[in-house]
Every structure is written in C-alpha cells, then in structure tokens.
C-alpha cells in the first residue's frame, strides 16, 4: 500500500526558512523520482521541485529556483525540501508525490506572514 506522509510545515515570517519531509512507502522509493508540488487557496497544483531517483539530478519551478533545494535520503525513504527566503506567496500546502504513482499524501501547510 502506496503512503506519502508530509510533514515540517508552519508559520514562519518572511524571509525565514523551513524544511518538508515527506516519507514514503509502498514502492521502491531508491528509483523513483519523486516532485514537490504546492496549492495556495483558489488556485492551481504548481510545480516546485522534482529530484530524480539514480542520479539525484534536480529540477526546480521558477518560482523557487535559487530558494529552495529538493534532496533525497534512501536509507529513509525520504525526500526534503528546503526552503529558504520565505515569501508570503509561498503560502501554499505543499504535497510530494512519486513518478508514475497516483497517490498524493495529505500535504503539509506553509504560512509565510509579511
């Protein structure tokens, strides 16, 4: 049974940083690539970042391009995300998924206060 389980969300003023986990099971996680996506309120799933699952080669959203960094631990089963300089338009919930699973996890809530 595929389970995404999203957590290190908060409130954290601008320009403050915060650290996503997501930790997976059901799949073999070392191959697998795995995306951050976020949803803010009245407003489409975005693309954040994506970090594939031999290589570790990253790929990041515009948005969060030189903000954020996507890492992976597979002694953990365990994708980050870091995120730095906070802005009030990351506020979102943010949801990992894996490549060619359909699960999404419950998503952790971001709050960035101006």
């Known amino acids: 049974q595929v389970q995404l389980v999203e957590s290190g969300g908060g409130l954290v003023q601008t320009g403050g940083s915060l650290r996503l986990s997501c930790t997976a099971s059901?799949?073999?996680?070392?191959?697998?690539?795995m995306k951050w996506y976020r949803q803010a309120p009245g407003k489409e799933r975005e693309f954040v970042a994506h970090?594939?699952?031999?290589?570790?080669?990253?790929y990041y959203g515009g948005s969060v391009k030189g903000r954020f960094t996507i890492s992976r631990d597979n002694t953990k089963n365990t994708v980050y995300l870091q995120m730095n300089d906070l802005k009030p338009e990351d506020t979102a919930v943010y949801y990992c998924?894996?490549?060619?699973?359909?699960?999404w996890g419950q998503g952790t809530q971001v709050t960035v206060s101006s």
């Open positions: 970090i594939t699952g031999i290589l570790n080669n990253t």
């Open positions: 998924s894996a490549n060619g699973v359909d699960y």
């Open positions: 059901g799949f073999t996680f070392a191959t697998t690539a």
